[in-house]
């Protein structure tokens, strides 16, 4: 074997993989097992180690672990033994305790690392370490540094030592040896780490090595695609090299020659000093940020504009005089540049290179342009807010912001020059100034926070001050600049808090859900705030229980609506934004007949009653509705050709609509024939029955709407020195339509009329008084010759005798007819209302006086249609009136005016009830009736 005395400057092994021994003890107290403490003892006088045992634990040789040389062991019970795991010598004096014995193999079976570092010779140098520590039982070792010791190499190498290897460190000054070293999977199966000086050939071919520090002064021949960091000097390169395998590669190489590098990928760092390197790579080679250093290289040619992966670090420098030209570009800006040897060939110039001259001119070609006299550096962030969530550091991004010298703030750090900085903080949330250049005096304010995040939103009336305030839960941040909207209006007065977003959207009383949005300048958010829930109406359920229909607010995008009907949950069935459907199950036999309704929608709660009825079938004899419809839910469905209670009446299209311009009291004509109808008095009427306050609506303001098929006049009435408004819509259609109003599905025929009446805000004398509102008909047949002339007719509610649900009046063969719904919602809620006939000394006069409750905004829609007899004879339609309801409905909209288009049928109403105001009134009627019509 042949055999070259090599001094060994550093020879480090570092090996992965190998189970670790638990219950390290440091100066364990167990014995050393012999044979380690054998080997130990050679090593201390080989290397003249100032260990002085005094015993056989590790304690005994006296070391102080915290020191630079130590040992440290584990203990065994089971053998009642310590085994060496760590010996850590390294530069103390020499101490000569004479030569060592004779031995032939050193033995540790549990040592991971050995480090010997002694400042002269061995005390006997034909000892081999490296031969007396290849042996089977030491394959545990992970770190095995061998420094300024000579060594013999010898064949083959190695033999056990290390299979296992992760780092190797070593390094000659001898020369001649007859093979170059080589380096390969082979022999060093597990080898990632490489450091090595030598001065003769290496041949590295390997495919698991990732670091490498290589010095050598003589041929090299390099191929390891899977290297991430490789420092090269000396070396005569052999081969070209190709790191078109090799990602996020930091690759230094210096003082060499041949250097031929032909190929590179997603490479992080590349530095050639002292090294012949004639051409610019290309922006291929690199990952975004590379660091590109070309120092005393002699290239030549144009200096590369990198756009797509724009470098971090771009130096060229060179001693003499390059052949290098060059633009400044923009994107420039975000790179710390050298480029002092290169020539410009174009007079632009960066504003991040004048913003920051005195710093940058030492590294611009010597021909830039420098700034002008009036030159003013515009510095400007991105944005001032960041969100940080969980994060402890946040990205700051804009123009002119420097190179991160001259002074910054201490928790500020660089990314990219000018452009992108990343700042750390200590909470969550904040507000501060940040310094980037004190020299320069650059600084802007920073917020930083949560991502503003909402979960519910409420939007509360004020009704005093006619403001509406937006609640808004959720996560924020209290320090950022918010801006918010509702419903494309400024919400103003804005308070923020962690949990809380707050603000108010002036003189603006929204019906339903606003949309709203808020801005934090970083992103705009989009979310809805929702009213506080109304219960406009409630459905009657019979008591074998059935469907529920509530009316609300419940808006658009409403969330977890739902109701309970005495603590049990009510099926959904459909919501809508103004309405759920849904079904109770319960039998509700021997149960009250108003039962709790609880209604929960977008985290509002509301209480109210549910009543409960028999069920009512009001469709004829047999149910059949004359042949003419069909009857659904206790009704008469008619076709689109007859109308009345029973289908038994065709509608009559022969008809003229003649409206009014100065007040609700539209004429309809046919065959002579007219009939017409006003809103005659508003009262107060006090629990007794006493006329507190009359109101006579005789002066209105009017606006017509049409379209091809409707017609909708809305008058207008506004008492002088009150909040009181009153309104009423005719509507006039051509066509059938079915409306869902106060909870009752009604079919309004073709060719009707439709009166609606809104009361808002009627100013009580007392908390205990009710209204009345008048409402006078009047017919006129001078033309007519018909037998039955005037006779008259009501259909009465079964639920209350002295209330009416319909009205007729028979001229022959064609009668005008009217339907009454005794029903109300007042301040949110359904109520049955009463709507009776009042005597009158005039044949042709007929009032009928709507009772409703106290309410603050009441509607009511009484509506009319004109039918065909088929007889053309008289008929007295009584006996077979039950239950069809006229649409007479009040609504109540809190203080909030709503304009209601209503209904469809032309109407006359009487019942033979007596009145307290009757002869007060008779007197006035005619000549009221006639100044009006």
Known sequence: ???????????????????????????????????????????????????????????????????????????????????????????????????????????????????????????????????????????????????????????????????????????????????????????????????????????????????????????????????????????????????????????????????????????????????????????????PGFELILSETGVTGVLPHYIKNIPYTFYVTDSNTSLVTAQLYDTYCLTDLNIRVATLTSNYVPDCFYCYWDRMETFLPTNTQPPPDNFKCNVSLDSQVFYTDSIYNFYISGKNLGYGDGGMSSDLSLIYSNTLFRYFVSSLSGKQKIVFSRKYNVSSDVIWGQQPRTDISLAFYNFETKDTRICTRGHFNEYSPFILSGDNRPCERITVSSNWLNCTIYGYNPQNTVSMNVSDTVQSLGFYSYRDLVIKSVSNITYEGGDITIKANFGKYNFKTQAWVNNTQCEEILVTDDMLICNIKLSLENQPTVLDLMVYSNSYTVYTKLNVVEFLNDCGEDSLCNGNGQCLFGRCQCTNEYYGNYCDYKIETNINFVPNDTSPSPAILNNGVSFSFNIHSIQEIDPLGNLIQEIPTDKWDSKVSENTITSVTTYTYTITNSTTNIIASIEYSTVGRTVVFANQSNYYSPYNLKLSIEIDDWQYSSLLNNLVINVLTKYDNSEATEKCSGAISSGKDPNNLNSINYIGVNLGGTTFYGRFLPLGIFDGRVIQISNELKPSESPEFTTVAIKIPHCKSCKIDPDFTMLLNPSGECNNPEHKSKSWMIAAVVAVTGSIFIAFVVGTIIYIIKKKKKNRDHKRRTGKLKQYYDNQL
């Not at 061998?146 to 190499?153: A, R, T």
């Not at 695609?225 to 090299?241: G, K, V």
Request: proline letters at 5%; one cysteine or more.
């Open 1 to 287: 074997m042949n055999k070259k005395y090599l001094l060994l400057l550093l020879f480090t092994v570092v090996l992965n993989n190998i189970s670790s021994n638990s219950n390290i003890v440091v100066f364990a107290e167990y014995d050393i097992d012999k044979t380690e403490a054998n080997s130990l003892n050679w090593l201390i006088q080989q290397y003249g180690m100032s260990l002085y045992m005094k015993g056989y634990t590790c304690s005994s040789y006296n070391i102080d672990q915290y020191q630079s040389n130590y040992i440290e062991c584990v203990d065994d019970p089971s053998k009642n033994v310590s085994h060496i795991t760590t010996i850590y010598y390294s530069d103390m004096p020499f101490n000569d305790t004479g030569s060592p014995p004779f031995i032939d193999a050193l033995s540790f079976g549990y040592l991971k690392t050995l480090v010997l570092s002694p400042n002269q010779d061995v005390k006997d140098i034909s000892y081999n370490i490296l031969r007396l520590l290849d042996q089977p039982e030491n394959i545990n070792i992970t770190n095995l540094q061998l420094i300024n010791q000579k060594i013999d190499v010898y064949e083959p190498f190695p033999r056990y030592l290390y299979q296992n290897l992760q780092l190797k460190i070593m390094g000659t000054t001898s020369s001649g040896f007859p093979q170059p070293i080589m380096i390969n999977d082979g022999g060093f199966p597990k080898l990632t780490q490489l450091t090595i000086t030598i001065n003769h050939s290496l041949t590295l071919n390997h495919s698991t090595i990732t670091n490498l520090s290589l010095v050598t002064s003589d041929l090299c021949l390099i191929s390891a695609n899977s290297l991430r960091i490789a420092e090269i000097s000396q070396c005569n390169f052999s081969n070209p090299l190709d790191f078109s395998g090799t990602e996020n590669l930091v690759l230094e190489i210096k003082d060499s020659i041949n250097l031929n590098l032909t190929n590179m990928n997603y490479t992080q760092r590349l530095l050639i000093e002292n090294t012949p390197f004639e051409s610019f790579p290309p922006e291929s080679w690199f990952a």
